[in-house]
């Protein structure tokens, strides 16, 4: 794999992260399920959690 297919596959992955976090964000925001107490930081740090998790499954299922 080229050096410039690496860089976009990450900036790919990056992007799409921040896009579902900000979505996830949105969702619970809409529905009125977010405590008072938490901003965006939290639903980054669920979002980065869930990504672990998956690679973990991922790896683990191979």
């Given at each position: 794999m080229e050096i410039r297919e690496k860089i976009y596959e990450k900036t790919g992955f990056a992007f799409s992260f921040v896009i579902f976090t900000i979505v996830f964000s949105l969702m619970f925001k809409l529905?009125?399920?977010?405590?008072s107490g938490w901003n965006y930081s939290h639903f980054f740090s669920i979002s980065f959690i869930m990504v672990l998790i998956g690679g973990a499954l991922k790896k683990f299922l191979k």
């Open positions: 529905l009125n399920k977010v405590p």
